[in-house]
């Protein structure tokens, strides 16, 4: 009761102002209110005032006389005081306090005198008028307050209804009743009955009553009785109670309404004689009931789904309980009739849509239409409305179909005479009835057809304004296709030609259109209905069912009832396949075997199932491992490419699907692509493909589909036909190609993220097959106009797609053979010849045309400086042949034609196949021969014109101002390289194209450094390449192979293939020829030791990637060898070394990588099967003997020594014999300390194949003391100079030494301690440095007397020596090509022009160089060498033989101490430059014989040597690296970590060695004299 309008303040002062200003504010308030305020205000004015009257805080006198003047200001002022005192006696009577209530009956009881008694007898309480004394007694009042309400509206007056006359109704019943068709009218009997109510007194509503039942009796008579309701009737709602009436009367429980009733309340309705709303409120049941019942429906069905679906054991108690409420249910009476549901009904009978329409409004959706006998009501409205534009162009040509007889109602829904009209009313009917059309297949099919004949105009529309109505239509259309038609396809039982029926309508649609239909379908439409969702339940069920009874020999009774339950729910079915098949790949085949009994749309309902599945996001497209795709996604597109080949299944969806996939930049689905070309076209793409397969590869397509793949596909025309089609339509061609070409760099770059190398390789691999794949169906299936409009020039694609060039030339080769051939075929038609000369020439000529265009886009897409070394010209012609331009395989042309004659044979001696069928099998495989001949022999004649085109170009192809280095290293990064990656037959094309372009003579193309860079360098190739390209190169290397050992296996061959060639010419530089340079091919045995480089090569890389642990190195290099086993190895010593580190790996890799155990125990196998063919190393290359065993080490095949009796001489400098004798006295005793280390790693060697590496300790041991003696040495010569009786002291110390060394080596060897070598480039670079200043700081210090003698004789020594130590420190380290090997190398090169050894044959310097151009000349030595050198090296030696080679040596050395010393010196000072020139000359026929050996190429590295270098220059700069060079040979040796025993054996040693060294060069002298003497002699 808080005050909101009386203030504190009027209170107080009420008598001097309060009382003033609350009438005041009363009267304002009354204005308002007459003004249109509400009167609230006032009635809380007063309240407020009677307040504090009643809590005491105003006298009640002084309220009453308020009051009172109150009531002047209104007339009903009285009954709002009375409305006030109403609510003060509800809250005093609630109050504890009485005194409050007691003001209030005072404050009542005062104002009884202004408000009547009767006012307040109303509104009051009886207790509180008793208290006011108006009352007697509140009991007795509340008595017959009761009794009067009850007479007022309980109790009836009684009507005697038939207390008129009954003759009168008797009449009126009569007439009513009588015969119509006559010419009586409803006015006429209006008239009578109008008589007949006056005469007899009738009542006027009972004749009415009576009218409609005679109506509803005669419903057919609907215009009489309408027309005399419509004249008799005076208000509509008393019809309507009447008719209420009627209605309630049946609506017991036993009671059914009558449908004549319906008819005529809905004739009623439909003439608008009564409101649909008046009458509605009389029908049951209650629309909220109605509301439960559908709610109840919907539990039901999804209790009932839910009990379909899952896998439920009840026990016998639940299933008791069960059957208990079922029997209760069905002792449940039914329902009294729904009579709004049957006057709906008989509204669409009558065609009264807009008063149904309402009602159904009223119900929830397709509620009332879920009931048959509406949804058929509504099913014939709709004939109606649409048979007239279905006459005109929905029916099929021939048909007749039922006559349909329009409503005579004007009022009824117009027919529809266009596809306009259909919005009117006909779409809306086809929305109320949804899936309740399953009712009436037939008006399914109308509604089908128009929809066909609509989306033909949509087709054919053109202009703006009707293109903007048929969008319209086609939205609508395609709202029905959702709604109506694919859920009452639910609906019907196994109607396949409704299914065929629909997909008429839906094939004209896009795809994206109908996929979205039908993933409203599917995930949207089954949820939404009570009889949809028990529809799925079932078809769950039975696809449950079929699925696990589906095998290979019930293939057709499954497949029958795959394809009833298909016709009618494909989605929901199809769902369940996919699940079960992404679990269970071993059901794909019988799965798509048994699918052959469905629809069409059951086919395109596939494939958007299995994209869906495909795009599903809750599944993982890689294994928990992260390493491999998931075994779901490889059985889906397993079954894609199954499906899609065997069944007309539109791929534009599944195409478009995997090309966005590659635009939002995930590669997995590529699997899909692949699958579906393989399966479709009949293309694989495999890199383990037989050398038969191979073979057949390169030739036709016929011979590729016969021999070329694994399996016979056949029967692949129609689908690689379809497939071809889609992409056409589509436009997929060219983006699926530039997508894949650009996705397979984002693989690695951008896709891989996180993910394991493994897996990022096989996805790399997988974009790359599928690419090639594509690609070559592309090149195989379109057409030349197809594919030239479709690909673009090679400069767009790699400019603005970004496309490597390796790809971009794939896509673009067809299109050039294409663009030839055209070509060729026009000119041969212009000028007609037969004459082979004119055709070869003609060729030519179309080539030209074509190719010009090419040359100069493929300028842009290097640099400038690339054109340089490579034309345009050479690079597009490699880029563009294939190998089906290049040779003929007429050996698989032989093979598959001998295989069609076995099949020809087999056939006729078949008894058990019919003659029909013999003699069809026959034809075909006559016409598959005549086919292949045909087609090798176009292959033959094109190869023919190719390489007569090949050679009028090969004179253009390189640059001759160029360098062979520089043209190889282009030729090899850009071609070579990046082609023999790219797919098996590029791989075998590569290989072939080099041989192609030696036996073509093509200038300044050097075959040798090819093939050397080739083999030489493949560490980082195999590192970098996946797995499939390990595949493709090492089928590479093994073409590459199979060329040099047929060169190597037979001298006559080589001298055919190779011996006149310009590719195999090198530079002899000759000792007593002072810069003269020949070009000279490079001979058998020479040819023989290079390729046993090449071999050691190959044995090198492969043991430092099976040693690195890396697991891509591993698998790589396993698979390279894998592929080369054929060829390699085929030196026995490598075989071993191989196999010993390769069983390493499979001990290693047992438990911890099971892939590469695999890998490498398959290799393992197969080398010890390939070990009867190899052979030893003395077997493989020719090694002659020296003329005398001073250096037997140089006989040996250890990995000491290079086995090849020119070895010593392979580097040549153009000095004299200028050197000082202190430099002379220096390398001298250098390069004897390396040949002692050299000779003490001969003998270690072992016999197992490894002997280089099982050696390295005692090496580097050995090496130690040697430094230490030398080291003694040095500073004892610097004091003074030796005695001949010290001499003879150290060489007896010396033979001591090297006895006990001997044994030492022989122990460590049997202790089998084995060290792998390493090497660090730098390192070894640090250690060059700081050995070259020491060198020059003692030969600096040391004595500048000449002693040209001595120097000779110690120079000879060190030459044999220091080649044996040079070639064991080559096997030491593993850098092929180092600043080390330059130094060497130049070192070797002084001593070889200063003196000639004596136990070689030869002192001729061989270059492997190309004399094709003068320029090459020209280059600098250096950088050459470090380029071109090639490293010879043995790696095996017996033990027996080791240790007879030492006695023999120890032997001789004894001996030549024995001879005279100073006869010798006094013969060897007389000995002048002169002299020494004349031997060197007579020396060189015999040097240039045994040295066209391995040397070529080592000294190829030097073929740049310019002739026009200064000798001073050069010597000097030669001098210099002999120094560091021989102590860097003796260093490089030298161990890590030294033992304590060893350091103090080289110290004690310091003096034996001197001792040792001054014998043996007095014995030196000696042999030289002789040597010079039998040379002079000869």
Known sequence: MATLILPGEWVKNWEKSGKHEFVQLCKRLTEKIDDGCQIKDIQAALYELCCQGVQGNLKLDLIASVLCEMMELRDDMASILADVFSVLDLETVALEEKHKRDHYIQLVGSCLIFVPDAILKERLDPETLESLGLIKQAHQFNQKIVKIKTKLFYKQQKFNLLREENEGYAKLITELGQDLSGSITSHVVLESIKSLIGCFNLDPNRVLDIILEVYESRSDQDDFFLSLIKSYMCEALTLCHILGFKFKFYQEPNEETPKSLYHIAAALLHYNLIEL??????????????????????????????KLVMVVVPSDKSEDKEKEKEKEEEKIAQPPDNQKLGLLEALLGIGDWRHAQSIMDQMPSFYATSHKSIALALCQLLHLT??????????????????????????????????????????????????????????????????????????????????????????????????????????????????????????????????????????????????????????????????????????????RQIGKLSHSNPTILFDYMLSQIQWYDNLISPVVDSLKYLTSLNYDVLAYCIIEALANPEKEKMKHDDTTISSWLQSLASLCGAVFRKYPIELAGLLQYVTNQLKAGKSFDLLILKEVVQKMAGIEVTDEMTSEQLEAMTGGEQLKAEGGYFGQIRNTKKSSQRLKDVLLDHELALPLCVLMV?????????????????????????????????????????????????????????????????????????????????????????????????????????????????????????????????????????????????????????????????????????????MNKKKKEKERCTALQEKLQEEEKKQQEHVQRVLHRLKLEKDKWLMTKSTKNETITKFLQLCLFPRCIFSSIDAVYCARFVELVHQQMTPNFCTLLCYDRVFSAIIYTVASCTENESHRYGRFLCCMLETVTRWHSDRAVYEKECGNYPGFLTILRASGFDGGQQANPLDYENFRHVVHKWHYMLTKASVHCLETGDYTHIRNILIVLIKILPCYPKVLNLGQALEYRVHKICVKEKEKRPDLYALAMGYSGRLKSQKVRMVPENEFHHKEPPARNVTPANQQNGPGSTGKPAAAATMKGEDGFSEDGDRGKDKSQTTKLVNKANAAAAKVTTSNGNGALNSIKSLKERDDKEKSAKEKKEKKEKTAGGTPDTKAEARREKLREERAAAAKDERALREGKEKTPKADRDKVKAEEKSKDDKTTKAGNGESAEPCRERDAAKESKSKDKGDRSAAAGCLKSPLARSDVADTERDHKRRKLDSHSSPSHSSSVKLICHLHSSPQDNSNDPKESASKHHLNYNSVKRSKSRERELEKNELENALGRCKEKKEEKERKERKRDVGASSEREASLEPKRRKDENGTNSSKNSQCGGESPCDSPLSMEKEKNKRSKSSSKEKGDSLKPERMSVRGKKESRHDKDKSEKKEKRDSSGGKEEKKHHKSSDKHR
């Open 277 to 306: 709303e008046d009458l509605y409120v009389h029908l049951l049941p209650l629309d909220s009931a109605i509301v439960e019942e559908h709610k109840l429906v919907i539990s039901e069905a999804k209790q009932i789904a839910r």
């Open 386 to 559: 649409v048979e007239p534009l279905y006459r005109a162009v929905g029916l099929p040509k021939g048909a007749r179909g039922c006559v349909m007889h329009p409503l005579k109602s004007e009022r009824a829904p117009k027919p529809a005479a266009s596809f306009e009209d259909l919005r009117r009313e006909t779409f809306s009917m086809l929305g109320y009835l949804g899936p309740h059309l399953a009712h009436d297949p037939i008006l399914f099919a109308k509604i089908v057809r128009l929809g066909k004949a609509f989306m033909k105009e949509y087709q054919c529309s053109e202009s703006l304004d009707v293109e903007d109505k048929t969008e319209t239509l086609l939205s609508c259309f395609l709202s029905i296709a959702d709604q109506v038609l694919l859920p009452s396809l639910s609906l019907m039982e196994c109607n396949a030609c409704m299914s065929e029926e629909l997909w008429g309508f839906f094939k004209l649609f896009p795809y994206h259109h109908r996929y979205r239909l039908y993933g409203q379908w599917k995930n949207e439409t089954y949820s939404s209905h009570p009889l949809l969702v028990k529809v799925k339940a079932h078809t769950v069920e039975g696809a449950r069912y079929i699925m696990k009874r589906l095998t290979k020999e019930n293939v057709k009774q499954s497949g």
């Open 742 to 914: 650009q996705q397979r760099n984002g693989v690695v770059f951008l896709e891989s993220g996180d993910k394991d190398l493994k897996l990022v390789g096989h996805l790399y691999d997988q974009c790359h097959d599928t690419l090639v794949q594509f690609g070559g169906f592309l090149a195989s299936n379109l057409s030349t106009e197809d594919y030239i409009k479709r690909v673009p020039p090679i400069d767009v694609l790699c400019n603005q797609f970004h496309t490597p060039h390796d790809a971009a030339f794939f896509l673009s080769r067809p299109m050039y053979a294409h663009q030839i051939s055209s070509k060729y075929d026009e000119l041969k038609k212009a000028e007609k010849g037969n004459r082979q000369q004119q055709k070869v020439q003609k060729y030519v000529a179309a080539c030209e045309q074509v190719m010009t265009p090419v040359h100069e886009a493929v300028m842009s897409l290097h640099p400038a400086r690339v054109w340089e070394d490579l034309r345009p010209q050479f690079y597009a012609t490699f880029w563009s042949l294939t190998m089906y331009d290049l040779a003929v395989p007429h050996a698989a042309y032989e093979r598959e034609i001998n295989k069609l004659k076995t099949q020809i044979k087999a056939i006729d001696e078949n008894p058990e196949i019919p």
